[in-house]
């Protein structure tokens, strides 16, 4: 059993660039690929990026591809959403995801285990 706990949301200015942080419970973490997702209102979830088991592979899609950074850190049980230059579309309930299979997908059939979210509000 994995419990993911996202924390780092909340109001934004348009451009602003927050960092989003979901630390998981368990030993098994490092054995994890880590997604993210977001859902914004009246909208199906959908994928936003993913990491491999030790950092090596990331995924994103192309809506932040560029904008946004993935990255992990396994010591701390911890996987890290840096989002730069947000817009207002951006604006979601953003979601962190484990997968047990390691290598990252940006499908969520794939994650196990999902955190209860951490809204993130882009104003203009």
């Known amino acids: 059993q994995v419990q993911l706990v996202e924390s780092g949301g909340g109001l934004v200015q348009a451009g602003g660039s927050p960092r989003l942080s979901c630390v998981a419970s368990?030993?098994?973490?490092?054995?994890?690929?880590m997604g993210w997702f977001r859902q914004a209102p009246g909208k199906e979830r959908e994928f936003v990026a993913a990491?491999?088991?030790?950092?090596?592979?990331?995924l994103y899609a192309d809506s932040v591809k560029g904008r946004f950074l993935i990255f992990r850190e396994n010591a701390k049980n911890t996987v890290y959403l840096q989002m730069n230059n947000l817009k207002p579309e951006d604006t979601a309930v953003y979601y962190c995801?484990?997968?047990?299979?390691?290598?990252?997908?940006?499908?969520?059939?794939?994650?196990?285990?999902w955190g209860q979210g951490t809204q993130v509000t882009v104003s203009s």
């Open positions: 368990g030993r098994t973490f490092s054995s994890y690929a």
């Open positions: 995801a484990a997968d047990p299979s390691g290598s990252g997908s940006s499908s969520s059939r794939l994650y196990d285990y």
């Open positions: 990491v491999s088991w030790n950092g090596g592979r990331s």
